[in-house]
């Protein structure tokens, strides 16, 4: 079935590096995607989106790039620090076959993302 | 602003004992209202969604209902629960069908 994935279960890097979160989706006629950041117990928090009219989205030091071509998703985050250290999701707007989807998203299983100082 | 409050934080239950868990959105009217299940090291699964008052749509076959009495309470429940119902449940809203959710801090809920 269709679905949103992630390339990568676990990323490790030293502070100060970039990171690179990436996530796939089979879905061609989603067309809204987010980020979120989930801290051990606590619920997922919004990072950015991006709709699928764009290709690159910014925010402050995250950046969201959307390859439609190839159902791919990716949050690039510079100047990684140790507080960016927890569970990334991406998450897929779907729209079921009437094209509504009320908001309903579907994630993906997450990445892991390791801050070493 | 816009808050999110859900409780309990943790609740562990006997199997075959009701659930009750509450979800509340402040600052905002008419919120899409959601609940997901997250099981460790996973993905959230949608279970319930609600665009109004009374209107509760179900995505997966479950031993749990979902229920809106007000425009910004949403109530997750049970009869009976079983093994399978731990997890973390996570209550969230948005202000429309394409648009960014916002999530509480999550119940844990642990049936033994």
């Known amino acids: 079935g269709e679905s949103v994935g992630l390339h990568l279960p676990t990323l490790s890097v030293q502070e100060g590096d970039n990171s690179i979160i990436n996530c796939a989706y089979s879905n061609s006629a989603s067309d809204y995607f987010i980020w979120y950041k989930q801290e051990s117990g606590k619920g997922p928090q919004f990072i950015i989106d991006i709709r699928s009219n764009m290709d690159k989205r910014q925010g402050q030091r995250v950046t969201v790039l959307l390859n439609k071509t190839v159902k791919h998703l990716s949050l690039q985050i510079a100047a990684t620090q140790p507080g960016d250290s927890a569970v990334y999701f991406c998450?897929?707007?779907?729209?079921?076959?009437?094209?509504?989807?009320?908001?309903?998203?579907?994630f993906g299983q997450g990445t892991i993302l390791t801050v070493h100082p | 602003s816009q808050t999110i409050h859900q409780w309990p934080a943790t609740l562990v239950q006997p199997v075959g004992s009701p659930l009750s868990l509450e979800c509340t959105v402040e600052?905002?009217?008419?919120?899409?209202l959601y609940w997901y299940r997250q099981a460790a090291g996973r993905g959230l699964q949608l279970l319930f969604y609600s665009v109004g008052i009374g209107q509760i749509s179900s995505e997966v076959p479950q031993n749990l209902s979902a229920s809106r009495p007000q425009d910004r309470q949403f109530i997750l429940s049970s009869k009976k629960l079983l093994l399978s119902d731990s997890g973390f449940y996570l209550c969230?809203?948005?202000?429309?069908?394409?648009?960014?959710?916002?999530f509480g801090q999550g119940t844990r809920l642990t049936v033994v």
């Open positions: 600052g905002t009217s008419n919120p899409n």
């Open positions: 969230a809203w948005s202000t429309g069908f394409d648009t960014e959710a916002f």
């Open positions: 998450a897929e707007n779907r729209a079921n076959a009437g094209g509504t989807s009320y908001g309903k998203l579907t």
